[in-house]
């Protein structure tokens, strides 16, 4: 994996690896292909953002499934 250099701080640091997983299934199921360096500065704001979004849109399915008591 390339070098990370944004500036968000992670609450859980040993989350990093599942989040760079996911962004990788999310870009994977959008028929995005991610540059195996990490750089992916080639890649359209939109694409960016597509990813971004979807990723989102998981983690947020995913926080509200354990307040309801559905994930363990």
Same mark, same amino acid.
């Given at each position: 994996?390339?070098?990370?250099? #944004?500036? *968000?701080?992670?609450?859980?640091? /040993?989350?990093?690896?599942?989040?760079?997983?996911? %962004?990788?299934? $999310?870009?994977?199921?959008?028929?995005?292909?991610?540059?195996?360096?990490?750089? #992916?500065? *080639?890649?359209?704001?939109?694409? /960016?953002?597509?990813?971004?979004?979807?990723?989102? %849109?998981?983690? $947020?399915?995913?926080?509200?499934?354990?307040?309801?008591?559905?994930?363990?």
């Amino acid at each position: 994996m390339g070098q990370n250099n #944004n500036s *968000n701080n992670l609450v859980v640091p /040993n989350s990093r690896a599942a989040l760079e997983q996911l %962004k990788y299934e $999310v870009a994977q199921e959008l028929g995005i292909t991610l540059s195996a360096d990490g750089y #992916n500065g *080639n890649k359209t704001s939109y694409e /960016n953002g597509s990813i971004g979004g979807y990723i989102t %849109k998981r983690l $947020v399915t995913l926080a509200e499934q354990q307040l309801a008591g559905q994930v363990h």
